[in-house]
């Protein structure tokens, strides 16, 4: 299923609520603002009540990363499976008699991508969130084979998130592309958080650490894709 011309990131994070959506939902429209063709995926997203019609201000995140990637992709294709408790996928699916079904997900994937540039797949948490009993996001990410990103929330603990991740990638031969920062707070800086960038830096010397600011706009596409440009997110898109 792989198609050579086009880039491919799995984007994960640190922790849940660190703002990986709206950093994957900058980069696409940041893309797309530099004129590449973007495709976004949430392959499976738990804690929605599909019966229930979203407003603007309780859109889901599949539906922010499909506006963000140009807004004309199908919901289906970007959301394959959608759970309705707010669990690990696998969890929420067998409680929900559900089997998530890996090539399913390739078909989405395949269709979704094709005819694009960048291909940004965002997960649910962390690395190791199991899909099934048997597939991880990361099992996923090497599937489709994707380059990571990693959006590690600027807090107290975050080296520690953000060095595991790092190794458990790389150890299944998944390679890290980026580690980004998240301000998503807020709230003034303490020492951990004014420290956090330097110490990654220094502690991860071959890879790129790229911080991004808080944005209180998060469904102005154009604040979004400055917030991209002026973090340096460019050097991830294939121009």
């Not at 392959?43 to 599949?62: C, F, K, L, Q, Y």
């Not at 289906?76 to 699916?93: D, F, K, T």
């Amino acid at each position: 299923m792989t198609d050579r011309g086009i880039r491919r990131y799995g984007i994960t994070g640190t922790d849940t609520g660190i703002g990986k959506t709206v950093v994957t939902c900058a980069l696409a429209a940041r893309a797309r603002q530099l004129g590449l063709r973007v495709a976004a995926m949430k392959p499976v997203e738990s804690g929605i009540d599909d019966r229930i019609t979203n407003t603007a201000a309780t859109r889901s995140d599949a539906e922010r990363l499909q506006e963000a990637a140009g807004g004309n992709d199908p919901l289906p294709l970007v959301r394959p499976y959608v759970l309705e408790e707010p669990l690990a996928p696998m969890v929420a699916a067998q409680r929900a008699g559900i089997t998530i079904d890996m090539g399913a997900l390739d078909d989405a994937c395949t269709t979704l991508s094709a005819q694009k540039d960048l291909l940004l797949v965002e997960g649910a948490g962390g690395v190791l969130v199991p899909i099934t009993k048997r597939h991880s996001f990361l099992d996923l990410f090497a599937r489709w084979e994707c380059a990571l990103i990693i959006v590690a929330g600027n807090k107290l603990g975050v080296l520690n998130h953000v060095l595991l991740t790092v190794r458990v990638a790389e150890a299944a031969g998944v390679a890290v592309r980026a580690v980004i920062l998240s301000q998503y707070t807020e709230g003034d800086e303490g020492l951990a958080e004014a420290t956090n960038y330097d110490a990654l830096v220094t502690l991860l010397p071959q890879h790129s650490i790229l911080r991004f600011p808080w944005v209180d706009r998060v469904d102005d596409l154009d604040a979004l894709a400055a917030a991209a440009a002026g973090s340096g997110l460019d050097v991830l898109l294939p121009l």
